[in-house]
């Protein structure tokens, strides 16, 4: 299957600060990646599509302003969490498209657990 | 109402013995793909297998095999000769047609054990 690095794997950062994580396709081109958020034993809850080239369409809830995407390359798609409070710490799982059209599917990232301080 | 209901939050099997994990979807649209996700304790999202709408035959992949009943509404993902390394989250997600993003939409997951 197709591969999709994720780095960093876990940060601890204060309360303020800013984190950067990149969302990588390793061995294929994404025009789509998404990011997704998931609390302890529950579901991936989608944050927002991130379109190369394009504005990223955010998911109804989630601040835009708070969750800064870039997808600058076709195989490299940034999430920075903003002034990142304690309540922002969670795991952060991306993922890119393979293939287009009714056979596509999602390849994730190894995901990022970050806590805020 | 929930598009993709997962109503076991947890099951047992014991090893080298089979198990199935329950999913069923509500979707209006007539073309629409059906994904199952393995999750281990390490937090990545492993793909394990793919269903499409208008597939005639179940999909299988290796020891993973999706019994589609496409008038019930169900996907439910097989797991023969279970191994220890099978305990995960198992996630079932779908993804419709109609939605150009590409957006998957996942249940809310099943926890297998697998007993030695």
């Known amino acids: 299957g197709a591969v999709v690095s994720q780095h960093p794997s876990r940060v601890i950062c204060k309360s303020g600060t800013s984190v950067k994580i990149e969302c990588r396709s390793l061995d294929f081109q994404a025009t789509t990646m998404f990011w997704y958020r998931q609390f302890p034993k529950q579901s991936l809850m989608l944050m927002a599509t991130?379109?190369?080239?394009?504005?990223?369409?955010?998911e109804q809830g989630v601040e835009k302003d708070k969750f800064l995407i870039n997808h600058a390359s076709l195989t490299l798609s940034t999430l920075t969490v903003t002034s990142a409070h304690p309540e922002d710490s969670s795991f952060y799982i991306c993922?890119?498209?393979?293939?287009?059209?009714?056979?596509?599917?999602?390849?994730f990232g190894p995901g990022t657990r970050l806590t805020v301080l | 109402a929930q598009k993709i209901t997962q109503t076991q939050p947890g099951m047992f099997v014991q090893e080298k013995e089979a198990v199935t994990l329950d999913c069923t979807y509500d979707?209006?649209?007539?073309?629409?793909?059906l994904f199952w996700y393995k999750q281990p304790s390490s937090g990545e999202m492993i793909f394990l297998i793919y269903?499409?709408?208008?597939?005639?035959q179940n999909a299988t992949e290796g020891r993973y095999s999706l019994n589609f009943q496409k008038a019930r509404k169900s996907a439910n993902l097989v797991i023969s000769a279970s191994q220890l390394g099978d305990s995960a989250m198992y996630f079932c997600a779908m993804r419709e047609a109609m939605d150009s993003s590409y957006k998957l939409i996942f249940g809310s997951g099943t926890r297998l054990l697998v007993r030695p």
């Open positions: 979707t209006s649209d007539p073309s629409y793909g």
């Open positions: 993922s890119a498209v393979v293939g287009l059209g009714d056979t596509d599917t999602q390849y």
């Open positions: 991130s379109n190369e080239g394009s504005k990223a369409t955010y």
């Open positions: 269903q499409g709408s208008y597939d005639q």
